[in-house]
């Protein structure tokens, strides 16, 4: 079945760096574009990231441009989130999406279960 | 940005209720509007998209409306496994997605 599951979460100090991944199975990984998206504990949902299919067109939340790399390898059906000099207000579950296949504006109609990150000293 | 508010922020409702929740846009996003449900410790699951479209495999009492800043939720008869909150999303500024700021909907 069509499924994402997302691993690499942890515990790290302010200033550390993390790398998250996202394994996607059944469907046909380099056809479809990808996101990532946060919850801050008790908090709502933020955009984070975007990558198109082939990795050419990349976009990220203004509150993380600049600290966060997002980047996929379509042979290993896996999208990845580099994030490096994390802040407490990096805390959050962080959930790979996919987009719908659509021309134009997509909604976001798989997700995965999420990988929880915390940043704390 | 683009930015989306709900009403309202908590609900509290009985089985058998018809419930609506209600999703404003700061600009028009035509019919480019999803809803999700979220249970605690889960991931948000789709329910509607293009305002209106039922995701396959959620049940026809989940329903969706409006177009341009005003969305609507409706749920027509509650079921136990609805209490849970409700995210609207816009995805018309694709892709720098927002989201309202959810509706938990409780027991009463």
Sequence with gaps: ?121 | AIRMTQSPSSLSASTGDRVTITCRASQGISSYLAWYQQKPGKAPKLLIYAASTLQSGVPSRFSGSGSGTDFTLTISCLQSEDFATYYCQQYYSYPRYTFGQGTKLEIK
Aim: aromatic share 12%; with cysteine; glycine share 12%.
């Design chain 1, 1 to 121: 079945q069509v499924q994402l599951v997302e691993s690499g979460g942890g515990l790290v100090k302010p200033g550390g760096s993390l790398r998250l991944s996202c394994a996607a199975s059944g469907f046909t990984f380099s056809d479809y574009y990808m996101s990532w998206i946060r919850q801050a504990p008790g908090k709502g949902l933020e955009w984070v990231s975007y990558i198109s299919s082939s990795g050419s067109t990349i976009y990220y939340a203004d509150s993380v441009k600049g600290r966060f790399t997002i980047s996929r390898d379509n042979a290993k059906n896996s999208l990845y989130l580099q994030m490096n000099s994390l802040r407490a207000e990096d805390t959050a579950v962080y959930y790979c999406a996919r987009r719908a296949a659509a021309v134009g504006p997509g909604h976001l109609d798989v997700w995965g279960k999420g990988t929880t990150v915390t940043v704390s000293s």
